[in-house]
């Protein structure tokens, strides 16, 4: 499907459909349908009785082995999710074996005697040695062969990829575009996870991640060293990344910010008081230190530190910020 934010795009790659590249590269926010407008793209390349502007028709053949996802022309790669292992802590990656299983298989001919069609998914994933491995099937693809990159980071991904694709950016709904779609799936909350997502309408529903934030935003608020060390074995317990505490503590300490120069929060808007309030008794250059302290680790969100211990220190480092130590 195409969301209703993106049919301007789709009109436009419609209109030079008979000059399709080898290669598109999709970017923008994550969370706003990128990957359901390379999936709707990829239907329609192998549809057999194509509609108005090109949309597949969802009733022949390949468009019914497509919503079966059996479609034999029609391949896929995504960061690989071992079974039976906890990879909620782990970095996951589309690896060099997965991309040479991949080129070996597009070396055939077509199945069903048309288009094959590759979605990767999102391409930064893709870990230095497969993006040069994909890199030499760009270089010279096979015939009739089409690459649909997807990427929610595109300065991640390699200058010499990113050259070989016509490039499309996706943008995001508008908020009350966002908002309408929320309310219309019925979500609670909406506008306070609106906010908090940044505006990306897509997000993933998790009401136990939304109940260990709101305990993490009551103790931002009135920090204290004993609730400190519970809170940090309560996250550890969930087994969730780093990544996740340092996204929340970001968002909050920018809003700081903001509330330090007079500003409303962006992220936080129904904390708006104890915001404001935290801003006012608090310095800039501590904040800025803090912030810095956040940014070092952010390249560990994944690694195997001890995430209990980690938070412990930064939501110490928070308590001085507070407390203006």
Known sequence: MIFSWHQPQWQQLAASWQTQPNAWLFTGKENTGKTAFARHLAQALLCESPQAEHHPCGHCPSCHLFAKESHPDFYELTPE???????????????????RTLIED?????????????????????????ANSLLKALEEPPADVIFLLVSHSRDKLLPTIKSRC?????????????????????????ESLLAFHSGAPLFEVSPEQ??????????????????????????DKQKLPLAVLLDWLHKWL????????????????????????????????????????????????????????????????????????
């Open 166 to 190: 016509r490039q499309m950016l996706l943008p995001a709904p508008s908020y009350s575009e966002a908002l309408a779609y929320l309310k219309h799936q019925q979500i609670e909350n909406a």
């Open 210 to 235: 939304d109940e260990l934030r709101r305990q993490l935003l009551e103790l931002l608020a009135t920090p204290r060293l004993l609730a400190i060390l519970d809170y940090a074995a309560l996250f």
């Open 254 to 325: 920018l809003d700081v910010g903001l509330a330090q120069q007079n500003m409303p929060p962006l992220y936080y808007p129904t904390h708006t008081e104890t915001i404001r309030q935290t801003g006012k008794k608090t310095r800039p250059d501590k904040l800025f230190s803090l912030i810095a302290t956040l940014n070092r680790l952010s390249p560990y969100g994944y690694h195997t530190l001890s995430v209990k211990m980690q938070t412990e220190a930064l939501l110490l480092d928070y308590l001085s910020f507070w407390q203006n130590k």
């Open 81 to 99: 999710r071992p079974e039976g292992e906890n990879t909620a802590r782990k970095l996951l990656q589309i690896k060099i074996d997965a991309v």
């Open 106 to 130: 597009i070396q055939l001919t077509s199945v069903r005697s048309g288009r094959r069609v590759v979605l990767i998914h999102p391409a930064e994933s893709m870990n230095i040695q497969a």
